[in-house]
């Protein structure tokens, strides 16, 4: 018998019996939907990281200060001296074990033909901002010159700090173009030069003046590192130069982690390791902390690799919705099969082969579980797009994901479909005919 009739015989015979079949494809279309909606959200997901790493600069190298790693599981070997790793967790950072300005002033100049900038920033905290009997939210960070070359920022009104105002503890401040709404009316131009009194937790109630007014980011998410920023610390973002964070908190001019852009053409891998390297004989008798550099780009790799495993995961037992569907298309096929024993006698005895009597029900099994799982691909991407549109994500289908479950659907109908095909192809033909 031709491949079409046979798909057409596999049609009627599901719509003679609608609400069977429907129900037999319920457990193919709970798992390809599922599975299609996990994959959907984890690639938009992981899209939108890599955008957002993009945009952060997967090029730069991020610097920070780290527990020493533990070389054998239960000590710690520094120059000689074992150190237990429990005692080496539980110690606070100290005034030596961060990275102070006078170490990175000096790595500036010891790679100075491949560093393009340096950001260094501190989060100076969060507060109020007073003028006039008005006040707003605020978070405030003191950052440095190399902050506004590796992020950016549109200034609206006034100007960037100048190199005056990062040399010198200047109270001067640039102030988004939200906080000039509650407090000026919405007119940057009546913002400038105004003094604004900030009232920040765990620092000193100063008055700062407006240099410039700059264009907030409707939609923070996760765009760039101050955004990340400003989710955390919600509320009007205002930055401060670095020596006058340090300032206003009392603190030290000492860090716990930079981040360095390089120059155009740079190998940012190879630089990390210099950078680590470098030091490496600076922090040689620190028993706790080691300095280390990471490049963004490996940090991606290493974040997009683990988000991967996450989501096969979620999908393989997503995919076990898949096979209890299965097991509902061989239940179906085998009451199938016994339902039309005197069909198949009466074909045999018309001298139909096992081998057609086989492939009708084998595609039958499969026409059911594709079917299903194109009502289930269909209904997957639609709740894939919602779920990634309420997590703030474009949705972003993936289309390997897509053939991948159609293919395995089909190959579910195979697989569970053989048995009855295959019982159905053996039967007798005579006590098929005697069937009752």
């Given amino acids: 018998m031709l491949i079409a009739e046979n798909i057409l015989l596999a049609l009627n015979s599901i719509m003679s019996n609608k609400m069977r079949a429907f129900l037999t494809m319920l457990g193919i279309i709970i798992g390809i939907g599922s599975v299609i909606s996990i994959l959907t959200v984890g690639n938009s997901l992981t899209l939108t990281v890599e955008n957002n790493m993009q945009s952060m600069g997967s090029k730069d190298i991020f610097v920070t200060v780290n527990e020493r790693a533990d070389k054998d599981g239960t000590e710690s070997i520094i120059d000689g001296v074992k150190y237990p790793e429990s005692e080496v967790s539980r110690k606070d950072m100290t005034d030596s074990d961060y990275i102070t300005g006078d170490m990175i002033r000096d790595l500036s100049d010891k790679f100075k033909d491949q560093i393009y900038a340096i950001n260094v920033t501190k989060q100076v905290g969060k507060g109020e901002a007073s003028y006039a009997s008005k006040d707003t939210d605020i978070s405030v960070t003191a950052v440095s010159a190399g902050h ?125 390791k210099e950078i680590t390297n470098y030091f490496k004989p600076l922090y040689s008798g620190n028993a706790n902390y080691e300095v280390t550099a990471v490049t963004f780009e490996g940090m991606l790799d290493s974040l997009t690799s683990i988000m991967d495993t996450l989501t096969l995961a979620v999908s393989i037992i997503a995919g076990i919705a898949l096979l209890v569907g299965g097991i509902g298309v061989m239940n179906i096929m085998l009451v199938s099969v016994t339902e039309r024993t005197r069909e198949i006698g009466t074909r045999k005895a018309l001298g139909a082969r096992n081998s057609s009597i086989r492939i009708q029900f084998l595609i039958e099994a499969m026409i059911i579980c594709l079917i299903g799982g194109i009502i289930g691909l269909l209904l997957g991407l639609l709740g894939g797009s919602l779920l990634s549109g309420l997590l703030g994500y474009p949705a972003s289908p993936s289309i390997s994901g897509v053939i991948i479950s159609l293919l395995f659907s089909i190959a579910i109908g195979v697989a569970f479909g053989y048995f009855p095909a295959d019982k159905a192809a053996k039967m007798n033909p005579i006590d098929a005919l005697r069937y009752e």
């Fill in 148 to 272: 506004f070359l590796t992020n950016a920022v549109k200034i609206k009104e006034g100007s960037m700090f100048s190199a005056n105002d990062f040399g010198n503890t200047r109270n001067v401040c640039l102030v988004d173009d939200k906080m000039v709404e509650k407090l000026f009316d919405g007119k940057p131009e009546n913002a400038l030069g105004k003094e604004v009194e900030f009232d920040i937790e765990d620092a000193k109630t100063t008055t700062f003046t407006i240099v410039g007014v700059y264009e907030a980011e409707e939609n923070p998410g996760m765009s760039s590192m101050t955004s990340m920023i400003s989710m955390l610390m919600p509320g009007s973002r205002v930055y401060i130069p670095l020596k006058s964070g340090m300032q206003l908190t009392n603190s030290k001019d000492q860090y716990s982690n930079f981040r360095v852009s390089t120059n155009l053409g740079a190998d940012t891998e190879q630089l990390a």
